[in-house]
């Protein structure tokens, strides 16, 4: 069996200590704001939060006294080391006293993911030029601010029902919406957002959607959090922003506007964190050559910071796609890479139906066609070359079901039977690019079958090119692992072909 050192066993004995110490000043504050008389002032600053009994006892919110002597009860019990370490006390060099860190506070535990009490935020209640408004537990033996987020032990119960969580700055913003019906959210404790706090809550929730306040220092901070949690992007995972109108936070906007509001809100407004990085350094930047090269050059540093390798590619490819539309002329050949020889393929499927221009596509369906209708019998014996073909323009597309159709029913087509329309098949007959390669070759049955597996392959490709390009883009937004491996297989065909 394991056996346990010393070192082990007394580290143990501290931790059961200093939870104790927790627990019974929790408890001991918490019946104080409750329960104290005198303390009506501090519960009557929380029903001006919208905050009433229900919030109190649901976040076990406590209050300090200015002068409290909680330290002296509590030394009857534990060591005044004990009691030191926990950081609830400093000693006053002036007065040689212990002085109590959050007196004239409310104070609100921070759990850890079982759910006790480890370290304290505390707020005061009144303006204060001389004190901070906001104070956290220092980092103990037990407590590391960057391994740990306010509430995080009662947002997690949420994940078997809800894949997302609203990652906000202060304690109020999480008992606010609380309040209004939005449980799942959790508060760094003060500082930047670090890659523990990002990876502890990806194991609980598929999208992390960070929310600060709705001001500079807001957008800052946001900003901070981008750079810092975007090297932890994974398959399946996002990291979302979502920013408050001016001068409000996630608390002052749930209570004015509600939870529905606050949740369509979210929908319509959140934006992924490669959109929100690409969008800052855009705004910093002008179209000369210096500006998009400092553009550029952020940007791949950023992304190369992605630990993940195949995140860490589309990213990239995202903000060097983002790029090129800054510079349309310059970048034609980046493009390219996307759209080959042809328009976006995107725009091919969605606009060459009322297209008056003559595409590679549409060139390539032309010349499709054109082979079916000189070489109807060699077609019929072969029709299996035709079942897979992908065509796109939706003229040319019925054309082809109605001539495979009648190949497949056996029967001797005539052309003029099918009712074509005599202007397409004179544009058929204009612009088919295969009737020059035909008439400047002999003419055999053999050569027909290669020009049709030619054009099957080439217009199978296309398919495939708007088929990846469109995964592209979902992937850009969803970086989900389905679109990934569907991605990955798609470009292992582009590949063999």
Known sequence: PFMFSKQDEEREKKWKEYLSIFKRYVDFYHDELLKNESLSHARDYLKNRSLGKEEVKKFKIGFIEKNPNFYEILKEEFSEQALMETG??????????????????????????????????????DNSDYLAKYINSPETNFFKKGSNLYNLDLARKL?????????????????????????????????????????????????????????????????????????????EKQISFLFLPD???????????????????????????????????????????????????????????????????????????????????????RRNFYVKKTKSLASTKKHYNDSHSVSAVELKEYSLIYLMINNLDLLQENIHLLENIKLFTKINIQI?????????????????DLNIDSQLIDRINKFAPIKYILKNKPNNDHQVIELLEDIARDLNNYDLEFRIEELESKFSKDLSETTFNELKELKKKQNIN
């Not at 004015?256 to 490669?274: A, C, E, L, M, V």
């Not at 590619?313 to 970048?331: C, D, G, Q, R």
């Not at 082809?400 to 003029?416: P, Q, R, Y």
């Open 400 to 416: 082809f079901d109605l001539m495979l159709v009648k190949m497949k029913s056996g029967e001797k087509i005539v052309i003029e």
């Open 247 to 333: 001068k409000e936070d996630p608390d002052s906007f749930v209570n004015k506007n509600g939870k529905n509001y606050f949740i369509d809100f979210t929908k319509q407004s959140k934006i992924s964190i490669h959109q929100f990085i690409f969008s800052h350094y855009k705004k910093q930047t002008n179209n000369d050559p210096s500006s998009m090269a400092i553009l550029e050059k952020n940007l791949r540093n950023i992304a190369n910071t992605i630990k993940d390798d195949f995140i860490k590619k589309y990213v990239l490819e995202y903000f060097l796609e983002k790029i090129s539309e800054l510079t349309p002329h310059s970048n034609q050949g």
């Open 88 to 125: 609830l006390f400093y000693l006053d060099d002036k007065k040689k006293t212990y002085v109590e860190r959050f007196r004239g506070r409310l104070i609100f535990p921070i759990n850890n993911i079982s759910g006790q009490p480890i370290a304290l935020g505390g707020r005061i209640i």
């Open 159 to 235: 994940s078997n029902k809800l894949d997302h969580i609203y990652l906000v700055e202060g304690y109020m913003d999480v008992v606010g919406l609380s309040k209004n019906g939005i449980e799942n959210a959790v508060a760094n404790l003060g500082t930047s957002l670090t890659d523990k706090q990002i990876l502890t809550l990806n194991q609980f929730f598929d999208d992390i959607i960070i929310c600060f306040d709705g001001d500079e220092s807001g957008y800052k901070a946001a900003l901070r959090a981008a750079e810092n949690s975007i090297k932890e992007l994974k398959p």
